[in-house]
């Protein structure tokens, strides 16, 4: 049991990616809370499987990569009108895959750079709507150590982890007016589904890189906590940070 208490009864927030993983993890948590939470994922079945775990989490199927401003605004504007202005939001939807130089499918590469970094900065341009969240909301966009370490054979998912957070740092002066603010997260390998699919594809690769990992292999909830900080009230005074939350990993790799 956690010796730390949230409590967001009260508020409502908006997860992207939540039918598995991470941002699976955070819905829960966040309901578990007392929010209110819209759980956004493309797999109707995986979000069904959600709402059943809380009567306060309402789920939305959208495709990141195909959706429109327009798509955005409607499924946004939907949920306001019945729930209330949102105070918060994350951002956790990603793919990883090895796209070598020399030999990548650059329309996996883009959907990589589509669905990382794109996919964040619509959904946040819907989200930050002065009509869809509150003065002084939060929201977290999910980048990665990968964005530091530059593994070999993985550019396109570095660079779009990199670009992530540089958008980050420069988002948190355009909401400061509305004193909104905005920070990422840099995980390191978290057990989670797109974890294990990595493993299968990218074999020793991966095995090399958990094994320096100082405190072993992450769980999506060795993670959350950090969510729920940078969602708080206690978080109000920081924006257009990067977090690395990665059991040590950093130090592992180079040291």
Wanted: hydrophobic letters at 45%; one cysteine or more; glycine letters at 10%.
């Amino acid at each position: 049991m956690s010796d730390i208490v949230w409590n967001f009864h009260g508020k409502r927030f908006v997860v992207v990616g939540a039918s598995s993983g991470i941002g699976r993890q955070i819905a829960v948590e966040l309901a578990s809370a007392g929010a209110e939470v819209l759980a956004i994922a493309r797999s109707q079945e995986r979000l069904d499987n959600l709402a059943a775990q809380s009567s306060l989490i309402t789920t939305a199927q959208l495709d990141v990569t195909k959706a429109s401003c327009e798509d955005w605004t409607e499924l946004l504007g939907a949920y306001v009108s019945e729930h209330g202005k949102v105070h918060g939001g994350v951002y956790t939807a990603g793919i990883v895959g090895i796209t070598p130089l020399r030999g990548y499918d650059e329309a996996f590469a883009r959907n990589i750079v589509e669905t990382s970094f794109w996919g964040g900065v619509h959904a946040l341009q819907g989200l930050s709507k002065r009509s869809v969240s509150v003065s002084g909301a939060s929201f977290v966009l999910f980048s990665s150590v990968a964005w530091k370490t530059c593994t070999k054979g993985m550019f396109a998912y570095s660079a779009a982890k990199a670009a992530l957070v540089a958008a980050v740092q420069s988002f948190a002066h355009d909401l400061a007016r509305d004193k909104k603010r905005i920070n990422s997260i840099s995980p390191g390998c978290v057990r989670t589904e797109m974890m294990h699919r990595s493993e299968r594809d990218t074999g020793a690769l991966l095995t090399n890189i958990i094994q320096k990992h100082l405190l072993g292999l992450g769980e999506p909830e060795q993670v959350t906590g950090m969510v729920l900080f940078l969602l708080s009230d206690r978080a109000n005074w920081i924006t257009g940070e990067d977090f690395v939350v990665d059991g040590g990993y950093m130090r592992g790799a180079w040291n």
